[in-house]
């Protein structure tokens, strides 16, 4: 599979035509049946489109599989051949196109309830390649009980597509992270337990495959206690064959003060935790100015820092499947950006006639436009190049897998570079 840059001249048929595959081949993977026209600078995934070999004598499944640089295992599920003994002369199988280059990778991606229905339709979508959904979330309240929420269905549309569900606990309060919440919570023991017996009933009862907690704006005075929180529950949910991880605030070395940084102890979560997920985005943030939401400099920073506290399989590097759509002039305080998809951002590039350009630096697209009122805009957003970057920096680290905030921001040729790449780890 390859990434391919869009040109001025170039159309469909000519890169078609350049790499020898269909054009309905290039627009299948990227998603772009309703796209007027290509963009100068938009990027497109070229696959490899999948082969068809008849089974000559002396032929075996494993041989097959070693001549075109797959597996016994791929070959077999992807032909659905139950007995790769029972294979014979004459049998006309298909070659599948992907290389999985780069290993093995558990992927994460949260989905945010709110949405209804349509939350399952997101998952199912993409659930060949998903290994956990966490599905956002639990709000813990000040006598260590939850706020419900309605998640039965995507934990059976996860149980149907082999994917381990995560219970997420927040302490969101009024649609914010709460300081003093946690602090209630992480300076009472018996508050705590009785959190700990609330989550260990849910999981239990609804059969979640493990737990992940996602407690944000913690006091810096309260590090020490969120660390002990975290020892008491990941042992009791050791002892119910639970799972354990946290969410982690991007940070470059131990920071110990400042309200979003101070209590995430990197060490020590990788000490008592699983996994931690590495909250590697919002750089540019929809109140903040204009830039890449997860620049590649910056993320590197963190995975840097991250790898020299945190055994490295336990580490999942966080990746947005979004961006973000500027007004300017930029005026702090001013009016917040539009979160946009990748997706979206290609047809509103094509729409208004802008070049997609690309900072090399951050390893972010963007493009400007003035809108129907003459105002500009900047839009910062994700493509083919800035996740392969990113996928190909987790899988030379050595990381464990990669997190996605969040589903339902349409983002086709993610999935495909991901599937292209890697072997998804399926834990159930």
Known sequence: MTVYVVKR?????????????????????????????????????????????????????????????????????????????????GLEIRIPSENKNYGYMEINAYVELEAGAAAVGYVEEVAPYLTYISSFSYQVNEDGTLNNINDEAMIQTARNN???????????????????????????????????????????????????????????????????????????????????????????TDVTAGAWHGAHDYRAHGEIVDFVILMTYEWGWSGGPPMAVAPINEVRKVLNYAASVIPRNKILMGTPLYGYDWSLPYTPGGEWARRISPDEAVRLAANVGAEIQFDETAKSPYFNYRDENGVEHVVWFEDARSMKAKNEMAANMGLRGISYWVLGESFIQNWALLDNMFNIVKVI
């Open 9 to 89: 001249g170039d159309t469909l048929w000519s890169i078609a035509r350049q790499f020898g595959v269909s054009i309905n081949a290039i627009v299948e993977t990227n998603g772009i049946e309703d796209l007027s026209h290509l963009v100068v600078g938009q990027s497109l995934v070229i696959p490899k489109e999948a082969r068809n070999y008849i089974i000559r004598p002396r032929d075996s499944l494993w041989s097959v599989a070693r001549r075109f640089g797959t597996t016994v295992e791929r070959l077999a599920e992807y032909n659905r051949i139950s007995n790769p003994a029972l294979i014979y002369p």
């Open 162 to 252: 082999n994917i381990a569900s995560l219970m997420i606990i927040t302490n969101l309060r009024n649609g914010n992270f709460d300081t003093q919440l946690a602090h209630i919570i992480l300076s009472n023991e018996t508050i705590q337990q009785n959190l700990i017996n609330n989550v260990l009933a849910i999981m239990r009862n609804k059969e979640y495959y493990g737990l992940n907690i996602d407690f944000e704006r913690v006091a810096p005075a309260d590090r020490q206690l969120y660390n002990s929180f975290l020892r008491r529950i990941t042992d009791q949910l050791h002892n119910s064959n639970f799972i354990a991880s946290t969410a982690l605030v991007p940070q470059n």
